[in-house]
């Protein structure tokens, strides 16, 4: 990632928010998914709901058969894909948690964005952001202040919100 880009979103998230920010270069993110680990919470809910549960359920029942049954195809799969990547590889921004969770949301908002991605932290903001080119502003994806803003974990560099839900970025 520019170092060039970095300093310039960094002088003008200090000039916009009036405090001093630290600004952590991501690169070029693309989304990945991780399962909903509250799934069999929800599945059992489910089964309450009379016989549209019970369909859910068993349908539910089948992804899981067939996806236990195709694991070694998409695996060798998987391989082949993996010597034949052609161009830089983009790394995935993961998110976790419940599915109506923020950090699905901000998942969303970053498939749109295909340039290099920051993550801009201010003592009382959180942003992330999409840096477009040298003498261009800084896209504003998500942000976050106060009560809506996520806990940081550097290593690996992770989101947290207070709804349970995690985003999960690679560093560049």
Same mark, same amino acid.
């Given at each position: 990632?520019?170092?060039?880009?970095?300093?310039?979103a960094?002088?003008?998230?200090?000039?916009a928010w009036?405090?001093?920010?630290?600004?952590? #270069?991501? !690169?070029?993110?693309?989304? #990945?998914? *991780?399962?909903?680990?509250? !799934? &069999?919470?929800?599945r059992?809910?489910? =089964?309450?709901? !009379? $016989?549209?549960?019970?369909?859910v359920?068993?349908?539910?029942?089948?992804?899981d058969?067939?996806?236990?049954?195709?694991? +070694?195809?998409?695996? @060798?799969w998987a391989?082949?894909?993996?010597?034949k990547?052609?161009? $830089? &590889?983009?790394?995935?921004?993961i998110?976790? #948690? +419940?599915?109506?969770?923020?950090a699905?949301?901000?998942?969303e /908002?970053? &498939?749109?964005? $295909?340039?290099e991605? /920051? @993550?801009?932290?201010g003592k009382?903001?959180? %942003?992330?952001?999409?840096?477009?080119?040298p003498? %261009?502003? +800084?896209?504003v994806?998500?942000?976050? *202040?106060g009560?809506e803003?996520?806990?940081w =974990? +550097?290593a $690996?560099?992770?989101?947290?919100w207070?709804? !349970?839900s995690?985003?999960?970025?690679?560093v /560049?």
């Open positions: 990632m520019d170092e060039h880009l970095i300093t310039q960094q002088q003008y998230f200090e000039a009036r405090e001093p920010v630290q600004v952590t #270069g991501m !690169g070029r993110v693309t989304v #990945g998914s *991780r399962r909903d680990r509250r !799934g &069999k919470r929800e059992s809910a489910a =089964s309450e709901n !009379g $016989p549209r549960g019970c369909l359920e068993i349908g539910e029942f089948l992804v058969v067939a996806s236990t049954i195709t694991w +070694p195809f998409v695996t @060798v391989l082949f894909r993996l010597f990547r052609d161009g $830089p &590889k983009r790394h995935a921004a998110p976790s #948690g +419940p599915a109506t969770g923020e699905y949301r901000v998942a /908002a970053l &498939k749109q964005r $295909p340039g991605v /920051a @993550v801009v932290r009382t903001q959180l %942003a992330i952001v999409e840096l477009t080119g003498g %261009a502003q +800084p896209t994806v998500w942000s976050g *202040r009560a803003r996520p806990q =974990s +550097p $690996p560099a992770s989101l947290y207070e709804d !349970g995690m985003l999960m970025l690679p /560049a």
